[in-house]
């Protein structure tokens, strides 16, 4: 390795739960080779497609490093090149356009974490907004969407360490092509599945994931939920449910159990094709 050489380690800064380790070579303070770190303990060395090209984003000479204002019809790729000041003063002039029209809840600032830098996450845009009166959001419809679905079930919107799914005995997707789209988790599943697991992929798509399943149910499109009420109907029927953490934990059970007693897997049956 030359003098002007280093390897330089780091972590993905995609909005992405995975936070992958990275290995960088730098070479006279210019990037010339990015890979995955062998050693993270969940990404094992692999990179996603969109970041095993990030070295080409980052010096691609298309890259926006200037305000541009579009001048032509949308999808024309017209724009022009104009100063900050041009920039901010066109945005301000638009809000105000807006808000005298409509009123400021017409504002709607829909972001998320993005690349996770503290411009997208940690700004003064909140209380600006606030203050002008904006249209106010309580998170995303990405990952604070899900969070919140958790904890209104579980009580909190924390998950399991997705390692732990190698330890699982029965591992079942439901409408998640995980091969493709979660690839990183994907070698737990075999490593469970090389111990014994069982894996079971519901999904109305016959995905790259059904293929490596040992047992794909394909329901017709929009009868997950049929699905879903007969399945907790055998539950029920055959004493299989954990009685004494329900009885802690859970509300609205007996309510439950009259509804999913109308669901018998025959029900169901004719409502999902199976």
Sequence with gaps: ????????????????????????????????????????????????????????????????????????????????????????STIAARLHSSIDKHGPATVVPMSSAGNQSVLATVTLGERFLNRLGATRLTGSVCGAAAREGVAATYGNGNGIDPMDIRHSRLILLWGTNTKVTNRHLWPFVEEA??????????????????????????????????????????????????????DRFTSGYEALVGRVGEWTPARAAEVTGL
Excluded at 17 to 42: I, M, Q, Y
Excluded at 62 to 69: E, F, G, I, K, T
Excluded at 200 to 220: G, K, M, S, Y
Aim: charged share 25%.
């Design 1 to 88: 390795m030359s003098a002007g050489t280093k390897i330089v380690l780091g972590t993905c800064h995609h909005d992405c739960p995975d936070s992958c380790g990275w290995v960088v070579t730098v070479e006279d303070g210019v990037a010339t080779k990015l890979r995955g770190n062998p050693a993270h303990p969940f990404s094992r060395g692999e990179l996603c497609p969109k970041v095993n090209h990030f070295l080409d984003r980052v010096y691609s000479p298309d890259r926006v490093l200037h305000p541009l204002r579009r001048v032509g019809p949308k999808g024309s790729a017209s724009f022009e090149r104009i100063s900050w000041d041009e920039a901010l």
């Design 193 to 246: 599945r090389a111990a014994g697991a069982r894996v079971v992929v519901i999904d109305p798509v016959r995905t790259a994931t059904a293929d490596e399943a040992d047992t794909f149910l394909q329901p017709l499109p929009g009868t997950d939920a049929a699905l879903a009420l007969a399945m907790m109907h055998v539950l029920v029927r055959d004493g299989l449910v954990d009685r004494d953490y329900v």
